[in-house]
């Protein structure tokens, strides 16, 4: 009769528990997410819930990780976008006033308003 190793019986029977236990901390750590700091879950990728899960991390403390890590890397990102296209919708503005004129563009002939600053 074959001797079995007992280190790999028990690692067998570890990663079978720690693939049960992961569903339930999932789901309790995006539950936190959403209650304590207002961010859907579905921004976090799954490779940062897994990584905290085989750390050891607790539900608790995974939302407030996933938290830091979804405004250190999302917010500036869409930041610089924002402004990027912002810059590049001003200049595609003023590039079209300057073609047409001001009576298209919207300025203060089209409108009728009166310069406030009168040359003395």
Not at 61 to 77: M, N
Request: glycine share 6%; charged share 30%; aromatic share 6%.
């Amino acid at each position: 009769m074959a001797r079995q190793n007992r280190l790999k019986v028990k690692a067998k029977s570890l990663c079978e528990t720690r693939q049960a236990a992961y569903p339930a901390w999932r789901t309790e750590a995006r539950t936190e997410l959403e209650r304590r700091h207002h961010i859907p879950a579905a921004a976090i990728p799954e490779r940062v819930w897994s990584k905290l899960f085989v750390r050891g991390v607790d539900p608790q403390a995974t939302a407030d990780r996933a938290a830091i890590y979804y405004r250190s890397i999302r917010p500036a990102g869409l930041l610089w976008r924002k402004e990027k296209i912002r810059r590049a919708a001003s200049r595609t503005r003023s590039a079209e006033a300057n073609t047409t004129g001001p009576s298209v563009g919207g300025g203060p002939a089209a409108t009728g308003a009166l310069p406030t600053h009168r040359p003395d």
